[in-house]
């Protein structure tokens, strides 16, 4: 085997070693990476910071353990915005594993921000088929969701008795990592009219930037690299930014690694040709 | 009478839904209302008997297959803790032994599984990111830009950001809302042929 085909059959194992040493080594030598903010990401950030305090914004969690990494710091990151403000949430986690997670982020949020639940937030769970439960929100939060996630009845929640559906929230933004994404927009958007925004990991962001241009959502958060820029603009800080350095270093290797595969793909192929 | 109510009952609700979106009125929000509330029963309902297919399944599984007993075991182990650790409301409530099992065994699970698909996707992109012909060159040319958002590069960043940027949103644009348009006239199109009753496919062979 010569050494332009060696450059394109590296054994797989190779790849994976200097993959892992590129996430491991910025876990032990810690170092930042500066964040260029990008313009559907600071939408999002503007319009939670032109609440008012008291106002109502929808926050779904609606996503799995699996995506957490990317974008359990976009939530952080949205609901501490929410808290400084004193904006109230109304949160839901419309996937199936999900509910745990999203109650330990407003949990950890609460207790750091002095929150009380059913004032501050209420948390109204999971409920199967996400698209008939988006719908049925649209007429009625206490209709879809009589009681919260921990069972007391909507009825009895100060901050609940207030409202009555998406109207009366200022507006909506979903992460998530399916395709809950394409029901909030065609559904709460599309037939309620409520301003959207959608969290969504870096591999799904690409399907959702034609509903940007046709402004059907006002911004939208793409992967960790969204999660660090919304944590730039807000200044709370967790693992977004902090993954970043790991992101980076994992991207270059990934990078070299197409690159070295090409030149000897490109040399190699000259030399048949020479051959010939 | 085995094809004609179902046919006769697809016809009827389909048509139902369908107007019912051009009628405001009250009427209209509760037939609405209803029937969604009809689809949630029906699918708790799937819920039984996907819990039923499993149980039989895996049952058939730990009995006859010596090499998946073990699996088989440990899932039906698993389903039922989950099922009973996680019955009641309390169980939802931070410490309990369902919460626990939540945070500290399904969580890292997910995570460890999804973390090794960078693993897998280094793999395929070292692999299949070759500049064979005009179209893949353009395609790794494309994903390269794209990749190289996530690195800072300085001054070389905030071009690359609006390339990128330009990439999203006119390109990838164009070629995204022309599938989307097309799977949604093409929704439209099944929609139609289920409720008129031309595609029977759903009702089975028998």
Known sequence: ?????????????????????????PAIIPFTVPVAVTPEVKSIYNFVESLKPGDYLFLGIDYDPSSMAELNPM?????????????????????????GMAEQILNEMASQFGKRNHEDYCFL????????????????????????????????????????????????????????????????????????????????????????QSKQIFGIISGMKGAAEYETLTGYKTTGIKSMAYQTTSHIIILLFIIISNIGFFLSGKKEKKKI | MKRTLPLFLVFTSGMIMLL????????SEFIYKYANDWLITVGVYAIMLGIWSLIRVT??????ES??????????FGMAIMIFSGITVESQRAGSLFMNIFAYVLIPIQATIFSLLAFYVASAA???????SVLATLLLITAFVVMLRMIPLGPVSVWNQYLVGWILSVPNLAAKRAIIMGVGLGMIATSMK?????????????
């Open chain 1, 1 to 25: 085997m010569t050494l332009y085909e060696k450059m394109m059959n590296l054994d797989r194992r190779w790849i994976y070693l200097i993959l892992g040493l590129a996430v491991i080594i």
């Open chain 1, 75 to 99: 939530a952080k990151a949205i609901i501490a915005q929410c808290f400084r403000k004193d904006v109230k949430i109304i949160v839901t986690a419309l996937s199936q594993n999900g509910p």
């Open chain 1, 125 to 212: 769970g999971y409920k199967p088929y996400p698209g008939i439960v988006i719908l049925n929100m649209g007429v009625s939060f206490k209709l879809t969701f009589p009681n919260d996630y921990y069972g007391v009845p909507l009825d009895s929640i100060p901050m609940m008795t207030k409202i009555t559906n998406y109207r009366d929230c200022k507006g909506i933004i979903d992460l998530c990592a399916g395709s809950v994404a394409d029901m909030w927009i065609g559904f709460a958007n599309g037939r309620y009219g409520v301003p959207l925004a959608i969290g969504v990991t870096g591999v799904m962001a690409a399907d959702y930037y034609p509903y940007l």
């Open chain 2, 20 to 27: 019912q979106h051009f009628v405001p009125s009250e009427e």
């Open chain 2, 59 to 64: 049952v058939a599984k730990a009995r006859y």
């Open chain 2, 67 to 76: 090499g998946e007993r073990f699996y088989a075991i440990v899932t039906l």
């Open chain 2, 126 to 132: 070292y692999r299949a990111f070759r500049a064979r």
């Open chain 2, 194 to 206: 289920i409720i008129l009753g031309i595609e029977r496919s759903y009702l089975g062979s028998d």
